[in-house]
């Protein structure tokens, strides 16, 4: 079973929904021992970096959500959770995160061209690093094919752990990994078939 983590913010349904047109058993909580009983989690999250972080300590869920990671548990962030998943975020102020991938979490705008709009929405191409292994979480689809983005803050000084990057002006971090830890900035969720070849990857050994 996969959990998906409901600590006050993110796609929680859309996602489920996502999961079951792929066949995908999900349960909805954010009961800690239900998160240890699950074999991968799924980190959602839209809003703000600092208060969605706060959210997830509130309950002590960032220690459980962080042990079950370091111990080997498959974790996928999502957008806002791919973004708690890096050391610290400079979204109002400096807050700290996970700190389960190496980097931080900026505003794009400090990575584009002035002139182009901030929030970033909508379809990219993703792009894989040259010289590196496709990542498995990709293994369902092919480099240049579109997914759904909608963000404000980037992940950035990520180095090795880049997976997949986008370009709006600049490129931006999509995806990132670190042994069974995986993070993307886009939706799959709204990313139609694309999204969901994401979401059966991450769910196959």
């Known amino acids: 079973m996969i959990a998906i983590i409901d600590y006050g913010v993110g796609n929680l349904f859309s996602l489920k929904s996502s ?7 999900t349960a909805v909580t954010g009961d800690p021992e239900a998160i240890r009983r699950a074999d991968r989690l799924i980190l959602p999250g839209v809003g703000a970096f600092g208060d969605a972080a706060a959210l997830l300590r509130r309950n002590g869920l960032d220690q459980v959500v962080r042990q079950e ?44 061209p002035a002139g182009y709009k901030v929030p970033h929405i909508g379809w990219n191409a993703l792009r894989f690093p040259a010289g590196k292994p496709v990542s498995p979480l990709f293994r369902h689809i092919r480099e240049g094919e579109c997914v759904y983005f909608v963000h404000s803050f980037c992940g950035v000084e990520c180095g090795e752990s880049v997976v997949a990057s986008a ?4 490129m931006l971090t999509a995806a990132v990994a670190r042994g069974s830890i995986y993070g993307v900035q886009f939706h799959p969720e709204k990313s139609g078939n694309v999204g969901l070849n994401i979401l059966r990857a991450f769910c196959e050994k």
Request: glycine share 20%; charged share 20%; with cysteine.
């Open 69 to 112: 990671a370091e111990d080997g548990k498959p974790l996928l962030g999502i957008c806002l959770g791919m973004q708690l998943l890096f050391d610290y975020g400079l979204e109002y102020g400096r807050h700290q995160g996970l700190g389960l991938i190496p980097g931080s979490v900026r505003p794009i705008a400090d990575y584009i």
């Open 167 to 170: 370009e709006y002006g600049g």
């Open 19 to 25: 999961f079951a047109a792929i066949g995908v058993e």
